[in-house]
């Protein structure tokens, strides 16, 4: 009997891989129908619902939604294989810093030739997931490297 692949032995930045072409194909489709603002506002709101379920997903394959759960999950998930270089982490009881130094999805979405769609489909993400994950988690981002800052500096604080 042949062994079918699951979506879990997809690694995270495959899975957007194979997204990215088609989400943003109807981006710019419904952007020609009814303007870049309303579109990306549809697809921001879209984008965010997912999220917010991946969140409440995470929480439960990883069997907890604390700050702790949050690091293994960017270790084991998010920056598996070196899609991302993550530097200066620092955990204690109520805070998670990090900075990100090397980012494998702006690469990914360069090389598509979507670039300018990079952080709504990924990095506006990270936001909504903590809705699902843990809302007593919030996130304070002010640059990423989607954006063309030289890092993006993730910090995370209990409410």
Same mark, same amino acid.
């Given at each position: 009997?042949?062994? +079918?692949? =699951?979506?879990?032995?997809?690694?995270?930045?495959?899975?957007?891989?194979?997204? @990215?072409?088609? $989400?943003?194909?109807?981006?710019?489709?419904?952007? +020609?129908?009814?303007?870049?603002?309303? @579109?990306?506002?549809?697809?921001?709101?879209?984008?965010? %619902?997912? @999220? $917010?379920?991946?969140?409440?997903?995470? @929480?439960? /394959?990883? =069997?907890?939604?604390?700050?702790?759960?949050?690091?293994?999950? $960017? /270790?084991?998930?998010?920056?598996?294989?070196?899609?991302? %270089?993550? +530097? &200066?982490?620092?955990?204690?009881? &109520?805070?998670?810093?990090?900075?990100?130094?090397?980012?494998?999805?702006? /690469?990914?979405? %360069?090389?598509?030739?979507? +670039? %300018?769609?990079?952080?709504?489909?990924?990095?506006?993400?990270?936001?909504?997931?903590?809705?699902?994950?843990?809302p007593e988690i919030?996130?304070?981002?002010? /640059?990423?490297?989607?954006?063309?800052?030289?890092?993006?500096?993730?910090?995370?604080?209990?409410?």
């Amino acid at each position: 009997m042949e062994k +079918k692949e =699951s979506i879990d032995e997809i690694s995270h930045i495959l899975c957007r891989e194979i997204q @990215a072409p088609l $989400v943003s194909a109807l981006i710019k489709r419904f952007a +020609k129908e009814i303007g870049d603002n309303k @579109a990306f506002a549809i697809a921001k709101e879209v984008i965010c %619902e997912d @999220a $917010v379920l991946s969140g409440k997903s995470l @929480a439960e /394959k990883f =069997s907890g939604n604390s700050l702790e759960d949050l690091l293994k999950i $960017v /270790k084991e998930i998010w920056a598996k294989d070196g899609t991302m %270089e993550i +530097k &200066n982490i620092r955990l204690n009881e &109520n805070t998670l810093f990090f900075d990100v130094t090397y980012c494998g999805y702006a /690469k990914m979405y %360069e090389r598509l030739g979507i +670039k %300018e769609q990079g952080f709504l489909l990924s990095c506006c993400r990270d936001f909504a997931l903590m809705d699902g994950f843990n809302p007593e988690i919030e996130l304070i981002r002010t /640059k990423t490297i989607m954006e063309g800052a030289d890092m993006c500096d993730f910090r995370y604080r209990k409410k």
